[in-house]
C-alpha cells in the first residue's frame, strides 16, 4: 500500500468548509483511496472513498488529482460534531492480506463554535 | 442490526495473567481483524481473518493469538499479559475477501486494557 502524508491538525470554524488534505505519491493505479473518522472514544467509520473520479456522498465529498498523488476530503458545512481524526488510507483492491487498511496518524480536526 | 460488538469495554490485568477479547458481528461479514491504538497513534493491524478457519498475522502479532471457528466471531487471546500490551483494541469487519469495491470497514465500540 503507498504511503499516505497528512497534516497533523487543522482548525475550522463551525458551518464553514473543510479542505482535509493527503498526500499518496507512491500511490498505484490499482489503489483506493479511503477516508476514515474516529470521534473521540470510538471507533473509526468509514467516510468516503474513491479510485479516479471525485466522489460525493450524505457525509462527505472526495476530490482526487489528476495524477492520483492527492486528494482532498471536503467537510462542506462543519459541524462540532465532526471534531475527530480523519485517516486517509491507499488500499489495494485485491484480496487477502494486500486488501488489509493501514492506518497512519491522521489529522486531528478542531471545530470552533 | 448490532453491527460489530466488543466485550468487556474495560479490563485490567496483572502481568502474566491471559484473557481473551470477544469480538462478533451479524452481517455475515467473511473478513473481520483486530487493531490496536496507542495514545496519539494510529491503528495497527494484530491479526486478521478472510473467513471461518483462516487466519494470519498482521503488522504486529507477538503475544497474541486469534482463531475463526465461526464467520460470526473472532476472539482475540493474549497468553500471557505483558504492560506493552495496554492499548485500546477495536475489532472491524468488512464483506468482500477478493478484489473489488464493497470495501466500507465495520469497527467495533474498543476494549479499553490496562496491564499493570
Known amino acids: 500500500d503507498a504511503k499516505t502524508t497528512q497534516p497533523n491538525s487543522m482548525e475550522s470554524n463551525e458551518e464553514e468548509p473543510v479542505h482535509l488534505p493527503c498526500n499518496h505519491s507512491t500511490i498505484s493505479g490499482t489503489d483506493y483511496i479511503h477516508w476514515y473518522r474516529q470521534l473521540p472514544s470510538q471507533g473509526p467509520e468509514y467516510v468516503i472513498h474513491g479510485l479516479t473520479s471525485n466522489v ?3 457525509m462527505a465529498s472526495l476530490a482526487i488529482a489528476e495524477d492520483r498523488k492527492s486528494s482532498t476530503l471536503i ?3 462543519a459541524t462540532l460534531r465532526d471534531a475527530a481524526v480523519y485517516y ?4 489495494r483492491n485485491y484480496g487477502g492480506s ?6 497512519g496518524k491522521g489529522t486531528k480536526l478542531s471545530v470552533k463554535p | 442490526n448490532a453491527g460489530v460488538t466488543q466485550t468487556p469495554k474495560f ?9 481473551t ?5 451479524d452481517m455475515n461479514h467473511e473478513y473481520m481483524s483486530w487493531y490496536r491504538q496507542d495514545p496519539g497513534m494510529g491503528l495497527r493491524l494484530i491479526h486478521y481473518s ?20 465461526t464467520t460470526e ?25 477478493g478484489g473489488g469495491d464493497s470495501y466500507e470497514q465495520y469497527f467495533g465500540p474498543g476494549t479499553r486494557l490496562t496491564v499493570t
Open chain 2, 73 to 97: 466471531d473472532f476472539p482475540l487471546r493474549l497468553l500471557s499479559a505483558a504492560p506493552s500490551q495496554t492499548s485500546v483494541y477495536f475489532c472491524a469487519s468488512r464483506t468482500g475477501v
Open chain 2, 50 to 69: 478472510v473467513g471461518a478457519g483462516i487466519t494470519d498475522q498482521g503488522e504486529v502479532p507477538n503475544g497474541y493469538n486469534v482463531s475463526r471457528s
Open chain 2, 11 to 19: 479490563q485490567v490485568l496483572k502481568t502474566g495473567q491471559s484473557m
Open chain 2, 21 to 25: 477479547l470477544q469480538c462478533a458481528q
Open chain 1, 98 to 103: 494486500q486488501g488489509n487498511l493501514i492506518f
Open chain 1, 56 to 58: 460525493n456522498n450524505r
Open chain 1, 88 to 91: 486517509c488510507l491507499a488500499r
Open chain 1, 75 to 77: 467537510l462542506h458545512r
